[in-house]
């Protein structure tokens, strides 16, 4: 049988149909249902005797019972329901002088585990059907009337449980309270509060949702949010300010604000001011919320301190109201709802609730230098009212009644002010706090520090450090610390002004950019791979229950110059789950990820690989809990040597919010325990978004600890040695702005770069541009040598390892691989050095190359070139292009060194192969000189390898001077390529 309260209404039409009774039944069995509260379908007296057994034969109405109830001293009520299946909720009803709040559980425990609350103590069991959350209000009802001889008057979903990770089930919940079918119930009776899951509310803005929208903030310290409430981690302070405002902007209406006030943890004067800065962008309400101990992990604040904050809060102009909890003698108050089913032990209830039910007040600050009319005082009193109820539109009815008649009245320029600071239109709000400085005759401090913040995010840097000095000098001791970065800001952003950097975004088209969100790009050397995340649209694979949107990743090849139709990643890479953030290794063979939210992660976020195969990708690994934490790791960035790995992490033991890290791929798929990139680069705030170039040495990376524009700006640091870096450097004007920049990168040869941006006239969303970076912002350019490796008489692909040493160092600068199927390759040459480039194989003698090149240039060509590697069998030859002489003289270069000990290494490890060194010259010079010459260089190459443990009897030299030329003797190109060393096998 099949509960009847968990059917469609389409289920229920289609029943009526096969058992031939009429479509207007189903309207008489909801309203049963839904209107009156049935739970026996023989209470439905309108219905044939007959059509009620039909109806018992196939369905049962599910029962929730009142299993217990408990009244407070202030007649709050708690309520623990038992579920059909046993599992046990809770709810509470609380009466005032006029109204009578419901609040309401949407799930069974919750999955969020915020530590200060009582139910993340039990886990989560479930989702509430949307007919356990209505049959939570009809029963609290029935009690309502029988308790205080009301209707309840408003409902918030505040219970237990997150209510937008059951989206759908409270939304149903909603429509069927304010509908006819249901309640009726208006929609301003009623307040969802949530966490912060940043998609649900965006969810909710674009569904036109009505009803208030309260969230649960606590505090707007990345790395304290995080501690307490771990969905943090994965919803973090940014992206629901940005969810908030986009809600905002969807629908007009205020958000709530809940702050549980911790005493030591969120409650000093500075949380004060990060929470009024937070709060700027949109119209809210704060309900300072005392705090009940649910264990003796926290402590509420005091009085004193409470008083202290909202006098802070206050002097912003924020509206806030201080709730006293209700119930505490029956442990209903916040965070004390905790009950044990006396019928079944090892079935908890557990439940905080936030209540929501408080009248706006007035917080605005105006001068008292003029005497208004009674009709102006009615107007703006009026205004003021509409402001606070989210009416901007009347707002502006009301101020320009006021402004037709009286244009000298100080309090309606700082009210339009605010008004403008709500709807983000920071130039218009500067302009009227300016207007209200200029009619009062002694401003107040914070109406300077005001009308400075507005200065600044529309980048009027001089008027804004203007008013941030006279701020001060004015007694703003307040916002001291505020105040004095942001006249940093000030006179940074007033040179970079001066001093403009190139800077001409061109939109990459339609083949990579669409409606949806394009960001974090990342490119192969050749910039013929264009990889990219998207944000697109939950379908039915997504797992993520309360995601409404997915994101994966997809990719774009050049041809002809051209970016081709992106398409997304092949699988495994893309799955069901969040992928983000990644960077390709510059061959293209692999790629490091985040992945957000899966059941087998250690944390929130966390950092995983994959490696090329031929035309597929193997199946993603996590890089283990060396890399990854119970925190948030994510943004990596691989270096050129294929071994460096940079990234984002909000991890203990950093120097702020979330700091760059790097570990070492000790081999593949073993990682070194991640190393703080220090104070250098780190800041006390968020430093992101590390992207190190293929020159091995450029980082860059975006801060918002370090002087800028005003938002998070870019900057680039140098590696200099010794896990040192220089002093990072500010990309400047015009890439940098008032806004937050993402993040940055750059194409191999360093000129060009590639960004994502919502400015008007792209596609929809963050699109992705590329510009021409400044000079002065370049890093040392790099080319590459591409090519395919195969064997020389069979022509198999071959796998095989390739290095970039940097002869002058030792160092090696890149290490890859081959591709297993195609034997193709990638390898980055920068430019300014002496490399050698060494190839291995298991059954093949070492090949190597050399790339000298002298200057950066930027434009050089890339070498394309395919390497055929031949077997030692005895008689072939195998040239040596890296061994270096000085002039004219048999005396090695230390540049030779390392090939030289790469030859003793492959001679150890093939402990039969008999050799012989030869020496070759070019034409230059005469017969004997040049077969002298020679065999004295052979017969050095010959000693070294001695030195070095190898038999002398498996080694001779010969001299043949220039009798061999490989190359042709009439271009100085062709005579440095005879003029060389090499190694025949002459017995194995």
């Known amino acids: 049988m099949t509960d009847i309260l968990k059917i469609t209404h389409k289920d229920l039409i289609n029943f009526l149909t096969v058992n031939n009774e009429p479509p207007f039944r189903a309207k008489q069995i909801e309203d049963w249902l839904w209107k009156k509260g049935a739970t026996d379908f023989e209470e439905m007296s309108n219905l044939s005797l007959s059509f009620r057994e039909l109806l018992k034969k196939h369905f049962f109405i599910g029962k929730m019972i009142i299993q217990d109830e408990i009244r407070s001293k202030d007649k709050t009520t708690k309520f623990v329901f038992e579920l059909s299946d046993g599992l046990m909720i809770e709810g509470v009803l609380i009466p005032s002088y006029d109204r009578v709040t419901a609040c309401i559980s949407s799930q069974v425990g919750c999955p969020l585990g915020c ?227 006396a019928k079944n032990i090892a079935k908890k209830s557990f439940v905080v609730l936030f209540m929501l039910f408080c009248s706006f007040c007035s917080n605005f600050l105006f001068s008292q230098n003029d005497n208004p009319s009674k009709s102006t005082l009615k107007l703006i009193e009026k205004a003021s009212q509409s402001f606070k109820k989210g009416d901007f539109e009347q707002t502006h009815k009301f101020l320009d009644k006021i402004l037709g008649k009286d244009t000298l009245y100080d309090k309606t320029y700082i009210l339009r002010a605010e008004l403008y600071t709500v709807t983000l239109e920071a130039a218009k709000a500067a302009d009227d706090y300016n207007h209200a400085i200029r ?142 953030a990644q960077t390709i290794s510059p061959d293209g063979r692999y790629l490091y990820y985040t992945m957000c939210n899966t059941d087998v992660g250690y944390g929130s976020c966390d950092l995983y690989w994959s490696k090329r195969i031929g035309d597929r990708w193997s199946r993603p690994r996590n890089m283990g809990n060396v890399v990854n934490s119970q925190y948030w790791e994510s943004q990596p960035a691989i270096g050129p040597d294929g071994k460096t790995i940079y990234f984002a992490s909000n991890r203990p033991g950093g120097e702020g919010g979330i ?80 806004d937050d920049e993402v993040n940055i990168v750059i194409n191999a040869q360093g000129n060009r770069a590639y960004f994502a941006s919502d400015k008007p006239g792209g596609f929809g969303g963050l699109d992705l541009y590329s510009f021409i970076l400044d000079e002065h912002l370049r890093p040392i350019p790099v080319t590459y040598i591409k090519g395919k490796i195969e064997d020389a008489l069979t022509h198999q692909p071959l796998e095989t390892t390739l290095e970039m040493i940097d002869l002058n160092n030792h160092k090696t600068v890149t290490s890859t691989t081959s591709d297993p199927i195609s034997g193709e390759f990638l390898a980055c040459i920068l430019t300014g050095t002496n490399i050698l480039l060494n190839i291995t194989h298991p059954d093949y003698p070492f090949y190597s190359e050399n790339f000298q090149i002298d200057k950066s240039y930027s434009n050089i060509e890339p070498y394309l070139k395919d390497i055929q590697l031949v077997k030692a069998n005895i008689g072939n030859t195998f040239v040596l292009r890296n061994i270096f002489f000085e002039f004219d003289k048999s005396t090695l270069k230390t540049e030779s060194y390392t090939e030289l000990d790469l030859l003793t290494a492959y001679l150890t490890n093939h402990k039969n192969l008999s050799v012989e060194i030869g020496g070759h010259t070019d034409n230059q010079g005469g017969d004997e000189y040049n077969l002298q010459l020679s065999l004295e260089r052979a017969k050095t190459v010959y000693h070294y390898l001695i030195t070095k443990g190898i038999l002398p009897s498996r080694l001779s030299f010969r001299g043949y001077g220039k009798t061999k030329p490989i190359a042709d003797n009439e271009t100085e190109q062709g005579r440095a390529t005879n003029r060389r060393t090499e190694f025949k096998i002459v017995g194995n």
Request: net charge negative; proline share 4%; charged share 25%.
């Open 659 to 738: 700091d760059l890290w790097k570990t070492e791929v000790v081999e593949e798929g073993v990682f070194s325990t991640p190393v703080n990139l220090g104070k250098t680069i780190n800041t006390k705030k968020d430093d992101t978004a590390p992207f190190l170039h293929a020159d091995g040495r450029t980082l860059y990376f975006a801060s918002d600890g370090r002087p800028g524009m005003g938002g998070k700006d870019l900057y680039f640091a140098t590696y200099l040695d010794h896990d040192t870096w220089s002093e990072p450097l500010n990309l400047g004007y015009p890439i940098n702005t008032p």
């Open 439 to 580: 009619l009062q005759k002694t401003p107040k401090s914070m109406l300077y520090f005001n009308a400075a913040t507005e200065e600044i995010k529309c980048g009027r840097y001089e008027a804004a450090l203007e008013h941030f000095n006279k701020s001060l000098h004015n007694g703003n001791s307040l916002f001291y610390q505020e105040t004095m970065e942001n006249m940093e800001n000030c006179r940074f952003a007033i040179e970079a002004l001066k001093n403009p950097v190139t800077f001409d975004p061109v939109n990459l088209g339609a083949n990579i950019n669409a409606e949806t969100d394009e960001y974090l790009a990342t490119l192969t050397a050749d910039e013929m791979e264009f990889i990219f995340t998207v944000r697109r649209p939950k379908d039915e694979k997504t797992i993520c229950d309360f995601c409404l949107t997915e994101e994966d990743f997809y990719f774009s090849l050049k041809k002809e110059g051209l970016w081709q139709p992106r398409q997304p990643l092949s699988n495994p890479v893309n799955t069901s789950y969040n992928e983000g």
């Open 115 to 341: 530590l200060f609350c009582a139910t993340g103590t039990m886990g989560f069991r479930r989702n509430l059907h949307f007919s356990e959350i209505y049959g939570q209000y009809m029963l609290m009802n029935a009690k309502s009337n029988e308790l205080f001889g009301q209707n309840i008057t408003n409902i918030v979903y505040m219970g237990m449980g997150e209510p937008l990770l059951n989206y759908e089930n409270v939304m149903e919940s909603i429509a069927l309270l304010t509908s006819k079918k249901g309640q009726e119930l208006s929609p301003s009776r009623i307040t969802l509060s949530t966490a912060g899951i940043s998609d649900g509310i965006r969810k909710l803005a674009d569904d036109g949702f009505k009803p208030g929208l309260a969230v649960s903030l606590h505090t707007v310290t990345e790395t304290t949010r995080s501690s307490i409430m771990p969905a943090n981690k994965s919803n973090s302070l940014s992206m629901l300010h940005e969810a908030l405002r986009y809600y905002h902007q969807k629908t007009g209406n205020r958000i709530t604000f809940e702050y549980m006030m911790l005493d030591g943890v969120n409650d000093s004067l500075l949380d004060a001011e990060k929470l009024a800065i937070y709060c700027r962008t949109f119209p809210v309400k704060i309900n300072l919320i005392e705090y009940n101990n649910v264990d003796k992990q926290f402590v509420g604040s005091s009085n004193d301190r409470i008083d202290h904050f909202v006098d802070c809060l206050e002097a912003k102009n924020m509206v806030v109201n201080v709730r006293r909890s209700k119930g505490k003698d029956i442990a209903a108050a916040c965070g004390q709802l905790v009950k044990k089913n």
